[in-house]
């Protein structure tokens, strides 16, 4: 099947093009140009000046649509693919969290099984949070599902999963201080695992020796983790000053200020910056009660909160933080749109097919209008969602 698409407003991985025409064969980005000449065989669609962003991509999200991935039921896995393509969010990791062994296996065993019907956002594989974390930066984690930081326990765990579910796995979120922290690193490093760390209270030495050892990310940084004190600069720091480090962000303007966001833009290459959405099932959904990791939340005006007031996770998509670094720090567009597509896909080895619009990629796409909501996802030169 052949298709122009004629007057888009693309957005390419340093640059913004308007009125710009896309050809697509055989579901591939065949070139990007303008006034392209065609044949009488190609389907031309008119986006009238609409933006064209490539398919986004989440690296940490647990659910939308009312579904979370720790469901563990095919239906509830479905609904919550087609719910994140309907966001623009056309691949992504299934995030866990913590929870007893037992029922990360059924998770992890309901993931492996999943179909690849091209309806739904792509699945590449899990992102694993917990539940090797420590109590004091729980977050919304139940304290009772973190197992003691005993020695050989996290390992074993940790093995069992990797040997039963193979290349599943592709980032691992744990607190660094914990018995078993190098262990993990290193079996991280041996099955070519992300190890990032969150949801600790590890110390700037502590940091810069997970560093030396193998820790590439920080997990939601700023979330669940010491901030930056003048005497104690904590392990934000050393992922702010380190090159190697990948930190993850959660842009939806509720997690951090977007001052915040500001500074780190500033500060650290942006190839090492990504966004994300910690999505929970309110995602896409009204006001109301939801349930979390088997806690309730309340969602009201797109925060999501436990009883206590702490912050669950994020009512908003991926696209949330493309938008509040465009319309409330005023950076172009092309440069929010990279940190949640092309950086991901680069984290993930993906980018020969995902994450730009680039001749020779799949043609997955988002058409937004000039408020940046999604108008139409297309996927492999397919219109999914209109």
């Given at each position: ?60 999200v ?86 003691p ?27 660094i ?7 993990l ?122 009883s206590?007031g ?9 696209l ?46 988002v ?20």
């Open positions: 099947m052949k298709q122009l698409i004629r007057q888009a407003t693309v957005v390419l991985p340093d640059s913004l093009e308007k009125n710009c025409d896309l050809l697509i064969e055989d579901g591939r980005i065949a070139a990007i140009g303008y006034h392209l000449p065609v044949d009488s065989d190609y389907e031309v669609v008119s986006f009238s000046g609409d933006i064209m962003i490539p398919g986004l991509i989440d690296t940490h647990h659910g939308a649509g009312g579904q979370d991935a720790m469901d563990a039921t095919p239906q509830s896995l479905t609904l919550l693919r087609q719910a994140l393509l309907r966001e623009g969010t056309t691949a992504f990791l299934a995030t866990t969290i913590s929870s007893p062994f037992e029922q990360l296996s059924a998770v992890l065993a309901n993931i492996v099984a999943a179909d690849h019907d091209d309806l739904q956002a792509e699945l590449l594989g899990v992102h694993l949070e917990g539940p090797f974390l420590t109590h004091r930066y729980k977050g919304a984690h139940i304290g009772d599902y973190l197992p930081s005993t020695a050989g326990k996290e390992i074993a765990a940790l093995t069992h999963f990797i040997d039963t579910y193979p290349d599943l796995i592709r980032i691992i979120t744990f607190a201080e914990r018995t078993d922290a190098k262990d690193l290193a079996l991280c490093q041996n099955h070519n695992i992300i190890a990032s760390a969150g949801h600790t209270g590890a110390d700037y030495s502590a940091m810069i020796h997970a560093a030396a050892s193998g820790i590439r990310r920080l997990t939601h940084t700023f979330n669940a983790m010491p901030g930056i004190h003048h005497r104690d600069p904590g392990p934000i720091t050393e992922g702010l000053l380190n090159p190697e480090i990948e930190l993850e962000f959660i842009g939806d303007g509720v997690h951090i200020h977007p001052a915040i966001l500001e500074m780190a833009l500033r500060l650290k290459p942006q190839s090492k910056i990504t966004l994300v959405s910690d999505g929970t099932r309110a995602v896409g959904m009204p006001n109301g009660q939801y349930e979390l990791g088997g806690q309730m939340t309340i969602v009201e005006n797109g925060t999501a909160r436990l206590d702490t912050i669950a996770g994020s009512a908003y998509p991926l949330q933080g493309v938008r509040t670094i465009v319309q409330v720090l005023k950076r172009p567009l092309y440069e929010a749109v990279r940190l949640a597509s092309l950086n991901p896909a680069q984290t993930l080895g993906v980018s020969h097919r995902l994450g730009s619009l680039e001749t020779g990629k799949d043609a997955t796409f058409r937004l209008d000039p408020n940046l909501v999604v108008k139409q996802v297309w996927v492999q030169g397919k219109m999914m969602i209109s």
